[in-house]
């Protein structure tokens, strides 16, 4: 059995790791800045920058894998 990750798999392995270098690492004393600044005892605010780096990873098809790829009419 060959167990490698296919051309494809490579390529999103390679997106994300940039991705992450690119906007998650540097985020993440800006993520803890608004943390702090959150109301007092909301521990189910989500910081902005989280909703920023979710729309940039959602244009660029890297959000939700798990998410079935649309096939066919309907």
């Not at 790791?17 to 998650?24: L, P």
């Not at 910081?47 to 790829?69: C, D, T, Y």
Request: glycine residues 10%.
């Amino acid at each position: 059995m060959d167990f490698a990750f296919d051309d494809r798999t490579l390529g999103l392995i390679d997106e994300v790791n940039a991705f992450m270098d690119e906007f998650v690492y540097p985020a993440e004393a800006t993520m803890h800045g608004q943390i702090e600044q959150s109301v007092a005892g909301d521990d189910w605010a989500t910081p902005a920058i989280v909703g920023e780096i979710r729309a940039e990873a959602k244009s660029r098809g890297l959000w939700n894998f798990s998410s079935p790829v649309k096939k066919g009419p309907g």
